[in-house]
């Protein structure tokens, strides 16, 4: 993958797509906290991994809609609930993304001199700390029947587990499940244990899935979706996060 800029990028905030109302990412982090094990034998510092963090901080513009779907409407609830926010860095299969279960902290709004009126936002981890993965759909994919996504190429199998998560903006039908399959040719796939997601009956909706944490994830990944009553459509994006390392959370 090339250098690239912060051009094309998305945002969805528990199955609301608020990319065109998005000014700007004020910072995307996450991570464990630093414990200080500096003794007093030491000239330095030493420090240890303590609990996982993660944080999307983001500023918003005023879009208030009268029939109560505007991104004014979705973050001003100022919601007791998790929320689960994805962002994605470029919007093609593979791409980098950015996901967090999390509590909105604020909605503060400042009027400018100029007439500008935004949003600042802070989405705090809750339970998981941030997840950088990659985009098993291209941003958003809308599927109108059954359908095997592209799959992507993560080099290696591994034995760590995986984590994924979904965004549902739009539903029309009876029901659809969405799930992840892996591949050891990216020929033959198989469902991967733990990485199928709740069936899906309306929308929006949101999901965060996990495997075993010693479970083999297979080099080739796709999201693929299946329907028993059938549907007509489906705007929902897959992110899956493939552990290179023991994770524990």
């Known amino acids: 993958m090339s250098k ?3 051009l094309g990028d998305n945002l969805y905030i528990s ?3 608020a990319s065109g109302d998005i000014s700007a990412l004020g910072n995307v ?4 906290a630093a414990l200080d094990f500096t003794a007093i034998n030491k ?5 240890q991994g303590g609990v996982r963090d993660g944080r999307i901080e983001f500023t918003a513009f005023f879009n208030h809609v009268a029939a109560g779907t505007g991104t004014h409407e ?3 609830a100022l919601p007791t609930s998790d929320v689960i926010l994805t962002y994605c860095r470029g919007t093609n299969v593979g791409d980098p993304a950015a996901c967090l279960v999390s509590k909105q902290i604020n909605y503060d709004g400042t009027r400018g001199n100029d007439g500008a009126f935004t949003f600042a936002v802070s989405a705090q981890a809750n339970g998981y700390g941030l997840g950088w993965g990659r985009q098993l759909t291209a941003g958003l994919r809308t599927d109108t029947a059954a359908t095997q996504g592209a799959s992507i190429d993560t080099v290696a199998a591994t034995s760590f587990g ?3 998560y979904m965004q549902v903006t739009a539903f029309t039908g009876t029901d ?3 799930k992840i399959q892996d591949s050891a040719d990216n020929v033959t796939f198989a469902d991967v244990p733990g990485l199928t997601f709740t069936q899906i009956t309306a929308a929006p909706a949101a999901e965060r899935i996990a495997t075993a944490p010693t479970a083999t994830i297979r080099q080739y990944l796709r999201a693929v979706t299946v329907t028993t009553g059938g549907f007509t459509n489906l705007s929902f994006s897959v992110v899956v996060v493939k ?3 023991a994770v524990t959370f």
């Open 4 to 6: 690239s800029s912060g």
């Open 15 to 17: 199955g609301f797509d």
């Open 29 to 32: 982090g996450g991570g464990p």
């Open 43 to 47: 000239s330095a510092m030493e420090r």
């Open 74 to 76: 979705k973050l001003s």
């Open 162 to 164: 995986a984590q994924a």
């Open 176 to 178: 659809v499940s969405v």
């Open 243 to 245: 552990n290179e390392s």
